[in-house]
């Protein structure tokens, strides 16, 4: 049975730094991703990375404060979140894949805010 457990959130002031865990048991995925969502709000996309291409990607709006990655060993995917913002305030999920534009396993989210 395969399970994405997230953990890592938390309540924070705006320029504090959180790294958000994404556990996965089951399998292995070529793509993982994290998405938010927040009050009254669509889910984006925030970030994701490949294993066969070794490319990651970011939303616009995270780029040069959050970094992804993932630890093959463990087999958890991370995302170190820097200089945080009111707006990052969200729940975020860990999701997994074949590639990054299909993902195919969800986790469960984990709230995530910051204060101004």
């Known amino acids: 049975q395969v399970q994405l457990v997230a953990s890592g959130g938390g309540l924070v002031q705006a320029g504090d730094s959180l790294r958000l865990s994404c556990a996965v048991s089951g399998r292995t995925f070529n793509a993982m991703a994290w998405f938010r969502q927040a009050p009254g709000k669509e889910r984006e996309f925030v970030a994701a990375t490949s294993w066969t291409s070794g490319s990651t990607n970011y939303a616009d709006s995270v780029k040069g404060r959050f970094t992804i990655s993932r630890d093959g060993a463990k087999n958890t995917l991370y995302l170190q979140m820097n200089s945080l913002k009111p707006e990052d305030t969200a729940v975020y999920s860990c999701?997994?894949?074949?590639?990054?534009?299909?993902?195919?396993?969800w986790g469960q989210g984990t709230q995530v805010t910051v204060s101004s």
């Open positions: 999701a997994a894949g074949p590639n990054i534009a299909t993902m195919t396993y």
